[in-house]
């Protein structure tokens, strides 16, 4: 009897033992959780914005503000469309950069309010096509776009000529090609890959729109927004910006 009251206690204090441990576990997971939150960032593939490796200017620019609320990224670029799809869906956590407005066609997205930059949409021609000058002047052209940049769909959904491309290389391809006349794109990302055509392509006029662009986070981390729109205004008040911005040999407008 003996044996089996001091093995009763034995077990009663291990039982205690237990729990206290399993409460220190708890806390102590809690407190460090932020330490190792991870989320999944995707992007489209626009260098040198974004390049899907973390050092683009917008990569760079969203590791540094995660970072301050104490959360590391994984960075992936996928096609437009997926990536937008897969971050209104949650399999993804944030998508990288895009025009603002864009929750009325994806419900589960919210909007960073502070952007990140101005994204000049910008026609590319062959070097022997006139200048394009506004929407008008792209007239009967044959004009390229690439899937899922929303923006250009919605000004060019009427275009009796339009083509609609998965990514910038088909796209540039084709208008290499004379399969397209304008291809519509980022003037500095569209500039760097028409470097090597240089003496066949060229930038055919001013931007034809000017659109900031804005981080977007899937609606169950709408949490994070508001310190995320601290995090993005500190770094361009600190210097942080400005510091990662001199560091790409491209111009870049910022406001």
Do not use: C
């Amino acid at each position: 009897m003996k044996f089996k009251k001091h093995s009763s206690h034995l077990v009663g204090k291990l039982s205690r033992l237990l729990i206290a441990t399993g409460v220190f576990l708890i806390i102590a997971s809690t407190t460090t959780a932020r330490a190792d939150d991870k989320l999944y960032v995707t992007t489209i593939l626009i260098p040198p914005l974004a390049n899907g490796s973390g050092t683009g200017f917008v990569e760079r620019l969203a590791i540094e503000a995660f970072s301050r609320l104490n959360y590391k990224i994984e960075i992936s670029a996928v096609p437009p469309e997926r990536s937008l799809v897969n971050v209104d869906t949650g399999i993804e956590d944030v998508e990288l950069f895009r025009v603002s407005g864009l929750e009325k066609l994806y419900p589960n997205l919210r909007m960073v309010q502070e952007p990140l930059f101005i994204m000049d949409f910008s026609p590319f021609t062959r070097t022997s096509l006139v200048e394009a000058t506004d929407w008008k002047s792209l007239g009967s052209w044959r004009v390229g776009i690439i899937r899922g940049w929303k923006i250009l769909e919605k000004h060019l959904s009427q275009h009796p000529h339009l083509k609609i491309f998965n990514n910038a290389d088909k796209l540039f391809e084709a208008l290499l090609k004379d399969k397209i006349d304008v291809a519509m794109y980022g003037r500095i990302t569209g500039l760097q890959h028409i470097e090597q055509f240089k003496n066949f392509l060229q930038l055919a006029g001013p931007p034809l729109l000017q659109k900031k662009m804005h981080m977007y986070l899937n609606k169950k981390h709408k949490a994070l927004l508001e310190p995320l729109n601290q995090a993005l205004r500190n770094m361009k008040q600190d210097g942080t910006y400005q510091k990662i911005q001199s560091e790409f040999d491209t111009e870049i407008e910022t406001e």
